[in-house]
């Protein structure tokens, strides 16, 4: 088990291009966390699936933001119409229960210009 | 309205004395708190954590102080060493719900020689 891995870990696109992200998480972990880190702040919730249902989205998730995971395995973070303000780390987190804390990958850091 | 607060962005401590991390919460429902330590270019990694059962937890150089009454946790890291040099996010969560992990902003620690 290699732990939770994230691609790419390096994107950049024009304003106005859609991205998708991956993330595959441990392969025993039923929950799949998406955060967000700007700089200065600490990671900030956007999502969560418990194997294939998503059970939460924080109003930091506009509509030009999806997120899935079929099948409760991998999962995938797709923004639509990018934004400057989007740009910033992304942050995939996988567990068994909360109480566990979270094993996260490395992120993928979007670049909008 | 940040539920975990880490007011000190920075702190820089000489190697082999104490550091103190601390992190105020506004939510008293909180009944668990974790720490994560992150380096640049990875993603934050768990470093340990308390329930609200109890007020000290201990795991080798690392110590976690929960003060409920103050809504206060500090972080203690003795000794010092170079390789604790990196940001340290304290993090609250409701364990008795399962719910998400909500993290600070953060407090870059630099060990000096």
């Known amino acids: 088990d290699t732990g939770v891995s994230q691609n790419p870990r390096h994107k950049i696109t024009k304003r106005g291009q859609n991205v998708t992200f991956r993330c595959d998480p441990i392969s025993e972990h039923n929950r799949l966390y998406w955060y967000r880190q700007t700089l200065g702040q600490g990671p900030e919730f956007l999502t969560y699936f418990q194997n294939e249902a998503q059970l939460e989205k924080s109003r930091l998730l506009s509509d030009r933001f999806s997120a899935e995971r079929p099948k409760g395995s991998f999962s995938t973070l797709e923004i639509q119409r990018t934004e400057q303000g989007d740009s910033a780390m992304y942050l995939c987190?996988?567990?068994?229960?909360?109480?566990?804390?979270?094993?996260f990958g490395s992120g993928t850091r979007l670049t909008v210009v | 309205d940040q539920q975990v607060k880490q007011n000190s962005p920075s702190l820089s401590v000489q190697e082999g004395r104490i550091s103190i991390l601390n992190c105020d919460y506004t939510n008293s429902m909180f009944d668990y708190f974790l720490w994560y330590k992150k380096y640049p270019a990875e993603g934050p990694t768990f470093l340990i954590s308390?329930?609200?059962?109890?007020d000290k937890n201990e795991d080798g150089r690392f110590t976690v102080f929960l003060n409920k009454s103050a809504k206060h946790l500090s972080l203690h890291i003795v000794p010092s060493q170079p390789g604790d040099s990196a940001v340290y996010f304290c993090?609250?969560?409701?364990?008795?719900?399962?719910?998400?992990?909500?993290f600070g902003k953060g407090t870059r620690l630099h060990i000096l020689p």
């Open positions: 308390i329930s609200s059962i109890k």
């Open positions: 987190a996988s567990s068994l229960f909360v109480g566990y804390g979270y094993t």
């Open positions: 993090a609250a969560t409701f364990m008795n719900r399962d719910d998400k992990i909500i």
